[in-house]
């Protein structure tokens, strides 16, 4: 069978030229630079996060050293694991869960802020161990609670009386334009 002769279509219109295949390109250096420098400060964040949490339930249990020395290496120790993570698959994929979890780490310190705080309140635990901690001591809070109490009763009652003096400087005015005119029999 021979070649199939271009018939040009009615019109005298050709058709273009096929495209040429498109060709993906590679991401520019300073792209992935930067994506891999957000990679990092992700698991070192994650990591640095992981000390952090150590250090709280170290002072939860008054092990000030252990607290402090959880402060002052984990920084370093962080560095490390992620220059670690970068030629070892193991480690990084390890550092990447770390800094997926972390958060979920912050939301337990709350809710254990929350705990201590109000085992302080009721007497469960000593308030200096609540205050070395970061809670604070319940007489303080009672306190600021009723000032708070206090000033909301204040600005209610000024409210109220506010509206009330409206309500008679209203009240003066309509009656004002009720009374009969002096000019009228």
Same mark, same amino acid.
């Given at each position: 069978?021979g070649a199939v002769p271009i018939v040009e279509p009615k019109g005298g219109h050709t058709p273009p030229p096929a495209r040429k ?12 630079? %930067?994506?891999?420098? &957000?990679?990092? /400060? ?9 000390? #952090? ?19 002052? !290496? #984990?920084?370093?120790?962080? %560095? =490390?694991?992620?220059?670690?993570? @970068? ?5 990084? +994929?390890?550092?990447? /869960?770390?800094?997926?979890? +972390? ?6 310190? *709350?809710?254990?802020?929350? #705990?201590?705080?109000?085992? +302080?309140? !009721?007497?469960?635990?000593?308030? =200096?161990?609540? $205050?070395?901690?970061? *809670?604070? &001591? ?10 708070? $109490?206090?000033? @909301? ?6 409210? +109220? ?21 002096? &000019?009228?029999?």
């Open positions: 069978m295949p498109r060709t993906t390109s590679a991401p520019k250096p300073s792209v992935v630079q %930067d994506i891999l420098k &957000d990679v990092r /400060k992700k698991r070192n964040d994650g990591v640095i996060e992981f000390f #952090g949490m150590l250090s709280a339930v170290s002072f939860g249990f008054g092990w000030l050293a252990d607290a402090a020395t959880y402060q002052m !290496h #984990g920084p370093t120790l962080a %560095d =490390e694991a992620v220059k670690m993570g @970068e030629s070892n698959e193991k480690v990084g +994929a390890l550092l990447d /869960k770390w800094a997926e979890i +972390a958060p979920v780490g912050n939301l337990v310190a *709350a809710v254990g802020m929350m #705990g201590l705080q109000l085992a +302080a309140n !009721h007497g469960l635990i000593s308030v =200096e161990r609540a $205050v070395l901690f970061g *809670a604070s &001591d319940p007489q303080i809070l009672e306190s600021e609670m009723r000032i708070r $109490v206090q000033m @909301e009763i204040m600005e209610k009652r000024q409210q +109220a009386a506010e509206r009330e003096r409206q309500a008679a400087q209203l009240a003066a005015e309509i009656q004002g334009m009720e009374s009969p005119r002096q &000019d009228q029999p």
